[in-house]
């Protein structure tokens, strides 16, 4: 950050009386701009036994596989985000069950929410950031080739809550790679 | 947002190619500034069958109860923000059980998250943001002065819990008032 995004004078880094952080601080018209976590929220959607994942068509990950996920944006619910997302990425229409897990990534400012959702039909579909979407069994699933550590901590948790016939909530931390 | 943070240029509102939201685009160095939902992230303290609340020195809820809580910072887990935040605003150190809570709250743009915690020990008292910090029992909780709906959500969801013999997970999207 280079800039005040209110009146346009360059920011300079400091920390603002009582508070303990640095800050990017607006010398002309004193805004502080605060940089916080984002929210990356997504479904375990299931058909049949199956969970629904998409290979992704945009960096970072081209080519993998992962769960639908992406940014929550404003004005809208961690669970209308993640029926959102669902849609663009899978062109599929889900209802949520539960919170599944949540996943904090500190080195890169974010925190992954996954919740268990129910695919109201079969019919789905690669969206824009997608390059194919397909449902897995738990044997066929392409572990090797799964984009994201949270994914691959959300399935994992996932199947292992499926054979115990209960499932939970599941929280974790992802250190730097 | 009117100026761009990179380049200092003037932003534009339009909608990126590929994108289905109208975005803060910069026409000079063409960054894409995104506005994402804050996470606020606290405890429900518990210290022998009591709670802790602060009664808050600034706004918004001058003079009013709420549990421990802030803004998620950059570089910490949701555990560490919630143990953070209750040791800023009640100089208490807890141990971390339990997510307990998640409310979004739409029409202001945050998700609040609470964990269960209990205190480590007695000692707290107010930090800079509080007025006092005091121990709760459930029928001493001043309903009429705690100041945020998300707290009031994750007390009574905790009472009835607690009464109940089981600590759930609870979810709600608050409507705007």
Redesign the interface.
């Known amino acids: ?8 004078a ?1 920011v300079v880094l400091r920390i603002p009386e ?1 508070d ?2 640095p800050r990017h601080v607006c010398p002309q018209c004193g805004e502080i ?7 990356v929220i997504g479904c375990i959607a299931e058909w049949e036994d199956r969970i629904l994942l998409c290979r992704r068509a945009i960096e970072p990950g081209y080519g993998l596989w992962t769960l639908p996920a992406g ?10 985000a993640a029926m959102r997302e669902t849609g ?1 990425e899978a062109c599929a229409r889900v209802a949520i069950e ?2 599944f897990a ?1 996943v ?1 990534i ?2 890169i ?1 974010q ?1 992954h929410l996954f919740y268990r959702a129910r695919l109201l039909n079969a019919d789905f579909g690669a969206g ?1 950031e997608s390059l194919e979407t397909m449902l897995f069994d738990e044997h066929q699933i392409p572990w090797d080739k799964v984009a994201f550590r949270s994914s691959i901590f959300c399935l994992e948790a996932y199947f292992m809550d499926r054979r115990s016939g209960a499932f939970g ?1 599941h ?1 974790s ?1 992802l250190p730097p790679p």
């Open positions: 950050m280079n800039y005040c995004t209110q009146c346009g360059k009582g303990s952080h701009h605060y940089l916080n976590p984002k929210l940014f929550m944006e404003n004005g809208e619910s961690t669970a209308q663009e539960q919170l949540l904090s500190p080195h400012n925190v824009e909530f929280e931390t």
